[in-house]
């Protein structure tokens, strides 16, 4: 089956690092994606991870490892205007679909 | 990028209506793609929509309720046929395009409330 898991909610303050974690299975893999979604909004394209490893943009990075179906999105200095969901996504090897895992809503506090 | 418009932004529907939904992006694209979103859940494709064929639909969905029109490469249609208050969601239109990191990735349009009442 395909499934992916991340946590529903988080919390943290402002000028903090979080953690959001994204584990996966699927039956082919072809790449990781980190999207954000503000409330009421479409979700945009912040990541993506294909090999094992950090990435880094800025405040944000992903890591990937596939051996054991596992990612995560590491926000540092964190801004109130970072609250929002993020969808962890995964590509099938050889199609064009994309799987969503529910999110994870990040309420940064001052 | 590409940039993706969808009319109408929310509608309040009566249940047994159809409504249809429309997506316009600001470059020929050669498939795009039509999710749902419920309320606290992940984002689940219906279908895609390919110019100048069937659209191809998931599991769980079907054409006689979710018909797709794709009249040429930069419009598609889906309406949503004989609502019932399940239908309640965001509908999302898609389309692929570069990330600007060697990769493509999926673009959204800003969605779709529907409300059946």
């Known amino acids: 089956g395909q499934n992916i898991d991340q946590p529903t909610e988080m919390t943290a303050t402002e000028g903090a690092i979080v953690q959001i974690n994204c584990t996966y299975q699927?039956?082919?893999?072809?790449?990781l994606f980190w999207y954000q979604q503000h409330a009421g909004e479409a979700p945009t394209f912040l990541s993506y991870?294909?090999?094992?490893g950090l990435e880094e943009k800025g405040r944000f990075s992903s890591f990937l490892s596939r051996s054991k179906g596992y990612s995560y999105l590491l926000l540092k200095e964190l801004q109130m205007k970072d609250s929002a969901s993020y969808l962890c996504?995964?590509?099938?090897?050889?199609?064009?679909?994309?799987?969503f895992g529910t999110g994870t809503r990040l309420k940064v506090l001052a | 990028s590409a940039v993706i418009s969808q009319k109408p932004s929310r509608d309040i529907c009566q249940r047994g209506t159809s409504l249809t939904i429309q997506c316009q992006v600001d470059?020929?694209?050669?498939?795009m793609f039509w999710y749902r979103q419920q309320p606290g859940q992940s984002l689940t494709l219906i279908a895609t929509?390919?110019?100048?064929?069937?659209?191809?639909?998931e599991s769980g969905f079907v054409i006689d309720k979710f018909p797709i029109s794709r009249p040429n490469l930069t419009f598609s249609t889906l309406t949503v046929s004989n609502m019932s208050p399940e239908d309640s969601s965001i509908y999302l239109c898609?389309?692929?395009?570069?990330?600007?990191?060697?990769?493509?990735?999926?673009?959204f349009g800003p969605g779709t409330r529907l409300l059946v009442l």
């Open positions: 898609s389309v692929g395009g570069s990330s600007g990191t060697g990769t493509e990735t999926q673009y």
């Open positions: 699927t039956s082919g893999f072809n790449g």
């Open positions: 991870n294909v090999l094992d």
């Open positions: 996504a995964v590509k099938n090897s050889g199609t064009y679909k994309y799987i």
């Open positions: 470059s020929q694209v050669t498939m």
């Open positions: 929509a390919n110019q100048g064929s069937e659209a191809t639909y």
